[in-house]
């Protein structure tokens, strides 16, 4: 089926993308993704003031993200209503609002609930902001545009980690949280200031609710999200235990390699916008995350240190890399991009879902069976994943090849 342009978006050749607007919801998207963070380097230090144990911990850290995997999809359809500016500004408020009174928690149950509060905000933020990207993009920037929005949350979580502890130090936990909150309020200001009131860009004009047969495209990248989530964030939250265990390091060079390791994630996701800046297909770069199969028995086969180093490193560059392709092929596969909120909460929902039961489903397995059995079950979650982004490249050809086309007609005119 040859893909048509929506009748609702038609090129503007001499229109430009208002990059330095992209920018700040980019930074908008990297500071709510280090509130996503935020407890990871403070984590010890919580525990020991709040009498929480490792177990509570976990939830006060993946609240967030269950939030998304629970309520995706409803918050896209909700976002038709808000609209894609407020959405993301109240979200930035709302993590803010919610992070200040982290700062007041005594115990478990307030924390938790504050973090669940976040969880809205994060979700509100990771719905508006690649709709206000591909608003704010020319046609012809638009799936590089948006390849790059998707290294936001790697961005944010390194940030996090590489500020947090130092902080941390510095200032208390408390100290850290209020710092990230009062920083997030700011974003939001700045971001209610600079956005346009009448929308980002040409706005796409108001069609009907999307019904589940228009889902089923974004449904399929959804999937590929998923399972790419599923199989290569547990690689990194389980590294550092996999080097101390296995390979004798330390704690501290353990949580830097770790550390390095996961930025590769938006070395993916550039690479991703730069080739498609050129004109590359989104079926021939989803066969490049094939390559990352081997990866997995480098990580989890016995072998050398420098051997897990590299398989971890190039899982890392595969998640960015699958990511951002999910998020650049969203406008192309689309019947209509003023569908892009609901099908943007329909990627969120699965891709928090995956990030949700990973780190799990793979710790149960290497209790049972070794770390080694984790090597096929990446393998075959790597290419399901890849096979649905060849399914959907399929559809984002023709699109691919008509704004290609469209931009070159703008050229020569």
Same mark, same amino acid.
Do not use: C
């Given at each position: 089926?040859?893909?048509?342009?929506?009748?609702?978006?038609?090129?503007?050749?001499?229109?430009?993308?208002?990059?330095?607007?992209?920018?700040?919801?980019?930074?908008?998207?990297?500071?709510?993704?280090?509130?996503?963070?935020?407890?990871?380097?403070?984590?010890?230090?919580?525990?020991?003031?709040?009498?929480?144990?490792?177990?509570?911990?976990?939830? $006060?850290?993946?609240?967030? $993200?269950?939030?998304?995997?629970?309520?995706?999809?409803?918050?896209?359809?909700?976002?038709?209503?808000?609209?894609?500016?407020?959405?993301?500004?109240?979200?930035?408020?709302?993590?803010?609002?919610?992070?200040?009174?982290?700062?007041?928690?005594?115990?478990?149950?307030?924390?938790?609930?504050?973090?669940?509060?976040?969880?809205?905000?994060?979700?509100?933020?990771?719905?508006?902001?690649?709709?206000?990207?591909?608003?704010?993009?020319?046609?012809?920037?638009?799936?590089?545009?948006?390849?790059?929005?998707?290294?936001?949350?790697?961005?944010?979580?390194?940030?996090?980690?590489?500020v947090g502890g130092a902080a941390g130090d510095a200032f208390g936990w408390r100290g850290w949280i209020g710092l990230l909150a009062a920083l997030t309020l700011l974003m939001a200001v700045v971001l209610q200031l600079r956005l346009p009131r009448t929308g980002a860009g040409p706005r796409a004009a108001a069609g009907p609710v999307p019904r589940l047969r228009a889902l089923r495209w974004p449904g399929v990248l959804a999937f590929s999200f998923c399972l790419t989530a599923l199989v290569t964030i547990p690689v990194i939250v389980l590294l550092p235990t996999l080097l101390i265990e296995q390979h004798d390091n330390s704690a501290a060079a353990a949580g830097a390699s770790?550390?390095?390791?996961?930025?590769?994630?938006?070395?993916?996701?550039?690479?991703?916008?730069?080739?498609?800046?050129?004109?590359?297909?989104?079926?021939?770069?989803?066969?490049?995350?094939?390559?990352?199969?081997?990866?997995?028995?480098?990580?989890?086969?016995?072998?050398?240190?420098?051997? $897990?180093?590299?398989?971890?490193?190039?899982?890392?560059?595969?998640?960015?890399?699958?990511?951002?392709?999910?998020?650049?092929?969203?406008?192309?596969?689309?019947?209509?991009?003023?569908?892009?909120?609901?099908?943007?909460?329909?990627?969120?929902?699965?891709?928090?879902?995956?990030?949700?039961?990973?780190?799990?489903?793979?710790?149960?397995?290497?209790?049972?069976?070794?770390?080694?059995?984790?090597?096929?079950?990446?393998?075959?979650?790597?290419?399901?994943?890849?096979?649905?982004?060849?399914?959907?490249?399929?559809?984002?050809?023709?699109?691919?090849?008509?704004?290609?086309?469209?931009?070159?007609?703008?050229?020569?005119?």
């Open positions: 089926m040859k893909s048509e342009p929506a009748p609702d978006a038609p090129v503007q050749p001499g229109r430009r993308s208002t990059w330095a607007t992209i920018g700040v919801v980019y930074l908008g998207g990297v500071v709510a993704a280090m509130s996503l963070g935020k407890f990871a380097p403070v984590g010890p230090a919580v525990t020991g003031q709040l009498s929480l144990s490792l177990s509570q911990l976990g939830w $006060v850290i993946s609240a967030v $993200v269950g939030v998304g995997a629970a309520f995706g999809l409803p918050g896209g359809y909700l976002m038709r209503r808000v609209g894609a500016r407020g959405a993301l500004v109240y979200g930035l408020a709302l993590i803010a609002v919610a992070g200040a009174a982290s700062v007041l928690a005594g115990d478990f149950a307030w924390l938790l609930v504050a973090r669940v509060a976040e969880g809205f905000g994060y979700l509100m933020v990771t719905i508006a902001g690649p709709v206000l990207v591909l608003r704010l993009a020319d046609e012809r920037d638009r799936s590089a545009a948006l390849s790059v929005w998707a290294t936001f949350v790697s961005v944010g979580l390194f940030a996090s980690t590489l770790t550390s390095v390791i996961s930025l590769l994630s938006a070395v993916g996701g550039l690479l991703v916008g730069m080739l498609l800046r050129r004109g590359t297909r989104v079926g021939v770069l989803a066969l490049f995350g094939l390559l990352a199969v081997p990866a997995a028995w480098l990580v989890y086969g016995g072998g050398p240190l420098a051997g $897990v180093l590299a398989g971890a490193g190039t899982l890392s560059l595969a998640n960015g890399f699958l990511a951002a392709l999910v998020f650049a092929a969203l406008p192309l596969i689309l019947e209509r991009l003023d569908h892009a909120d609901v099908g943007s909460g329909l990627v969120a929902q699965a891709g928090s879902l995956g990030s949700l039961l990973g780190p799990p489903m793979f710790g149960e397995v290497a209790a049972a069976f070794g770390f080694a059995a984790l090597a096929p079950v990446i393998a075959v979650g790597l290419v399901a994943a890849v096979a649905a982004l060849l399914l959907a490249g399929g559809r984002a050809a023709g699109r691919q090849r008509w704004v290609a086309g469209a931009g070159e007609k703008g050229v020569a005119g």
